[in-house]
């Protein structure tokens, strides 16, 4: 194989992934009678993760690219150098999207710093201003979209500076970011599944 094939793999997100926002919006569901809700949610992302890790592995083996051509690239995981040590400490705290990226670089894929950092600290200023409300005025929405747009863009350009020929890329995104429309040809993008919106 000599094309760079790029997989993307939407991300669900549960509580452990959203650090402290998480236990947040767990305190506020609780508050609100909501644990049956709260854990009847967590037990669905835990099986979508069971669907996600079988679909992932399956498609690896069948390629037959050895695991040190595999690139993961992770939404939210920053170019810093210290790119193990995060997803490490967030594996810990019961991500099932971390535990498998962990995995992949345990099993010898290459794991790849992939957002840039100041971009990542403008949204997160961003939805501390909002008190991390979901619905805010239309100059924070457009704000919010914009900075989504570069982080597209710069998750887009780290892609194609680092994914060689002959390798493949695993892409954790979220479902509200639109990478492959900032990555030129040269990126075969394969869905590891539909996802309906």
Same mark, same amino acid.
């Given at each position: 194989?000599?094309?760079?094939?790029?997989?993307?793999?939407?991300?669900?997100?549960?509580?452990?992934?959203?650090?402290?926002?998480?236990?947040?919006?767990? @305190?506020? !569901?609780?508050?609100?009678?909501?644990?049956?809700?709260?854990?009847?949610?967590?037990?669905?992302?835990?099986? /979508?993760?069971?669907?996600?890790?079988?679909?992932?592995?399956?498609?690896?083996?069948?390629?037959?690219?050895?695991?040190?051509?595999?690139?993961?690239?992770?939404?939210? /995981?920053?170019?810093?150098?210290?790119?193990?040590?995060?997803?490490?400490?967030?594996?810990?705290?019961?991500? !099932? +999207?971390?535990?498998?990226?962990? @995995?992949?670089? +345990?099993?010898?894929?290459?794991?790849?710093?992939?957002?840039?950092?100041?971009?990542?600290?403008?949204?997160?200023?961003? &939805?501390?201003?909002?008190?991390?409300?979901?619905?805010?005025?239309?100059?924070?929405?457009?704000?919010?979209?914009?900075?989504?747009?570069?982080?597209?863009?710069?998750?887009? !350009?780290?892609?194609?500076?680092?994914?060689?020929?002959?390798?493949?890329?695993? /892409?954790?995104?979220?479902?509200? &970011?639109?990478?492959?429309?900032?990555?030129?040809?040269?990126? &075969?993008?394969? @869905? /590891?599944?539909?996802?309906?919106?």
């Amino acid at each position: 194989m000599t094309e760079k094939v790029l997989i993307l793999v939407p991300v669900f997100h549960s509580l452990a992934d959203l650090g402290s926002v998480g236990e947040q919006v767990e @305190q506020q !569901r609780a508050a609100s009678g909501g644990d049956a809700v709260v854990r009847a949610q967590e037990a669905r992302v835990e099986q /979508l993760w069971d669907g996600i890790e079988q679909a992932l592995m399956s498609v690896i083996r069948f390629t037959g690219v050895p695991m040190h051509q595999v690139r993961v690239y992770q939404d939210g /995981l920053p170019v810093c150098g210290q790119e193990r040590a995060i997803v490490d400490d967030v594996a810990a705290q019961g991500s !099932r +999207n971390y535990r498998l990226v962990a @995995q992949l670089a +345990n099993d010898g894929a290459q794991l790849m710093g992939t957002e840039s950092p100041e971009l990542l600290k403008r949204e997160l200023a961003l &939805h501390q201003s909002t008190g991390g409300a979901t619905t805010a005025g239309a100059a924070l929405g457009d704000e919010a979209a914009t900075l989504l747009r570069e982080r597209d863009a710069f998750i887009a !350009r780290r892609i194609e500076a680092t994914l060689q020929a002959g390798e493949i890329g695993v /892409l954790f995104m979220g479902l509200s &970011h639109d990478v492959p429309a900032h990555l030129g040809e040269e990126i &075969h993008v394969r @869905q /590891l599944f539909k996802v309906d919106g």
